[in-house]
């Protein structure tokens, strides 16, 4: 949080009173705001955005006398207009800005005697406050603090573990029909043809990082065009995904397995419907992805489906290709959100302006598992309303718990490796919130996650005296 967040508190004159709050941005440098509703003094609120206040003659004398007012950004400083209206009367000062909202950073030595609040406003919730609520309002402004812990954190934790384990043990369970088809051979030429994973070696982590740095980077810069990019992208793969798992569900059951013949293919009926749904439903989400009343639902679902298909399919061949990848997606994540601020114009970093969308583009990558804010606060109306976690936080350390898994099915070591790495991550999650909720900001959680799975993994063959074979990896392959 770069600025201080506030609420505008605004109530019509209906029976009942129809209410509505905003999101302000305010220095509290120069002006403390009450903590809460009971402490505040509403101010009947004057619009004049026709204004930029750059000189008392705009206005009518008399018209601000002890009232909040609203007027447009541009053409002098904050301060300037503040100074402005407390000579008109005024009592609150609001100014409307159409570009995205910004810390309120003029100098407030130079106008020691402006002792009104001043708070920036979107135009747009101006627009929205007199249609709602009518053209006779009144406002006030409140702070309250922010909450220490959100319960949409659980929800997330929830998610991202389940997610890890599932992934882990799907790709224990490809393993060990593997294993079973190279035993025999009149299923092996069958289970070649089902076979659809990729393994990583040491070379393609390497690449598969730089690729990731220069998409970031061009993002940054390209980010109004690429969107829509990644956003088909993920259409396409989140209802591949979601068919995969869907199906290998369905495959469990042994009833409802009618055919049908198409292009010389046996096809089987229910998994025409699974096709279609998966489709439809990556669709519905591509129409309304900017509903956030539920189409986050929608985005975590086909979000973790494509975490899961990722984790499965993707094989990491040793403990040695783990290290390597996830150290350096950790330096990766370090670098673009603590580093880049220094290097950027506007002091921010790459990987948040990414996330949030740079300049303000309404359009966000929906590469995040994201869940409501279950606390109220500024928070939620100045444009974070979720809790999020990106699917890198999911899918990287998941593909070190489905190694795990693999080489306790190789072994046959009773998921020893698979259970204490799932039960690092899930140790990394919490790590995470907490630093979270004690530094007051946006944290990369590979930084925790990172050294809890990896360090867990290495015990846990250090104590078994398998760490040649670990680090290595089977090779049971010919």
Not at 43 to 60: A, D, H
Not at 110 to 124: C, G, M
Request: aromatic residues 12%; positive net charge; glycine residues 6%.
């Amino acid at each position: 949080v770069t600025a201080d967040e506030g609420i505008l508190h605004a109530s019509g004159n209906g029976v009942p009173p129809v209410t509505k709050d905003y999101c302000i941005i305010y220095n509290s440098n120069w002006i403390s705001l009450p903590k809460s509703l009971d402490n505040a003094t509403f101010r009947t609120l004057e619009n004049l955005t026709s204004t930029v206040l750059c000189n008392s003659s705009e206005v009518p004398s008399g018209l601000m006398k002890d009232k909040a007012v609203v007027v447009m950004r541009g053409n002098c400083t904050f301060l300037e207009k503040a100074r402005i209206a407390q000579s008109l009367g005024a009592k609150m000062l609001l100014i409307a800005s159409k570009p995205r909202l910004s810390p309120l950073s003029d100098n407030k030595t130079d106008f020691e005697d402006v002792t009104l609040p001043v708070a920036l406003i979107r135009y747009n919730d101006i627009v929205d406050m007199q249609l709602r609520l009518g053209n006779e309002v009144n406002v006030t402004l409140y702070s309250p603090p922010l909450p220490e812990f959100d319960f949409s954190m659980v929800v997330i934790f929830l998610i991202a573990v389940f997610t890890v384990a599932l992934g882990g043990y799907w790709s224990g369970v490809a393993e060990l029909e593997s294993l079973k088809a190279i035993a025999s051979p009149g299923e092996r030429e069958t289970r070649q043809k089902k076979e659809e994973n990729v393994t990583f070696t040491p070379v393609t982590v390497i690449l598969f990082v730089v690729i990731c740095c220069v998409m970031l980077v061009l993002l940054y810069f390209f980010y109004k065009w690429l969107v829509y990019v990644i956003i088909s992208v993920f259409c396409l793969a989140s209802a591949m995904s979601l068919y995969n798992c869907l199906a290998a569900l369905i495959g469990e059951i042994p009833f409802g397995q009618c055919r049908i013949t198409c292009c010389k293919k046996n096809i089987e009926v229910r998994l025409i419907f699974v096709a279609v749904f998966c489709i439809a439903a990556a669709v519905v989400w591509a129409v309304f992805r900017n509903e956030d009343r539920w189409a986050w639902i929608l985005q975590d679902i086909l979000g973790v489906a494509f975490c899961l298909n990722f984790i499965k399919t993707l094989k990491m061949p040793n403990f040695k290709s783990c290290v390597i990848l996830l150290g350096l997606l950790l330096l990766y994540d370090v670098f673009f959100v603590f580093i880049t601020p220094f290097i950027t114009k506007n002091g921010a970093s790459i990987m948040v302006e990414v996330a949030a969308g740079p300049f303000g583009n309404s359009e966000k990558l929906p590469v995040v598992i994201r869940v409501p804010r279950l606390e109220y606060s500024a928070s939620i109306l100045c444009d974070v309303p979720f809790s999020l976690l990106g699917f890198g936080d999911i899918i990287v350390p998941g593909l070190l718990v489905a190694y795990c898994r693999r080489f306790d099915v190789q072994t046959s070591s009773s998921s020893v490796y698979y259970i204490s790495c799932t039960i690092a991550y899930a140790v990394g999650m919490v790590l995470t919130f907490i630093v979270l909720a004690l530094m007051k900001m946006g944290q990369p959680a590979l930084l925790y996650l990172v050294p809890c799975t990896l360090i867990t993994s290495s015990l846990v063959a250090w104590r078994r005296r398998e760490m040649k074979k670990f680090w290595k990896g089977t090779s049971y392959q010919v």
